[in-house]
């Protein structure tokens, strides 16, 4: 299983995926007018809260159920410069999924061009922040959704 550090260059096969479009607004470009780096991490966290929405559940459930999935790891490899008013598509499959942790990779894409991969790593925690194992019913939904590769 690839870690934060080795990012797909494809998406796995069986991988369950959710993708967003994202019109690069001017605010998010630096003196160089192009997009600053810290802004593909939001583009990451829209993507992977939509793939829970739609494959599992809001992340709002998560937080009424008494917990949160927080980043724990970020690797972007930027592949080329992205500009004002171009459409990225940030496409989001998860990983791998433990008792207490999981994993997303990640393709963003400029119309037919590789603009970035990325992977983020996540730790479960309670709402005061400690670690806990998530419920087996949901480690179970998600490990269905997992690609196996």
């Given amino acids: 299983m690839p870690t934060a550090h080795q990012a797909r260059l494809r998406i796995p096969e069986r991988a369950r995926t959710s993708r967003i479009d994202y019109r690069v607004p001017f605010y998010d470009t630096d003196a ?14 829209l993507a992977r809260v939509r793939f829970l929405a739609e494959h599992d559940e809001p992340y709002t459930r998560y937080v009424e159920q008494g917990y949160h999935v927080v980043v724990t790891r970020v690797d972007i490899q930027l592949k080329r410069a992205t ?13 791998w999924v433990r008792h207490a942790s999981l994993g997303f990779g990640y393709q963003i894409r400029c119309g037919e061009e590789l603009s ?23 480690r179970e939904r998600l490990l269905a959704l997992f690609s196996g590769e």
């Fill in 116 to 138: 970035a991969l990325a992977a983020t790593e996540h730790a479960v925690v309670n709402l005061s922040g400690r670690p806990v194992r998530m419920p087996d019913a949901r």
């Fill in 83 to 95: 500009r004002f008013d171009e459409t990225l598509s940030v496409i989001c499959w998860l990983e």
């Fill in 32 to 45: 160089m007018a192009v997009v600053h780096h810290a802004n593909y991490v939001r583009y990451l966290e």
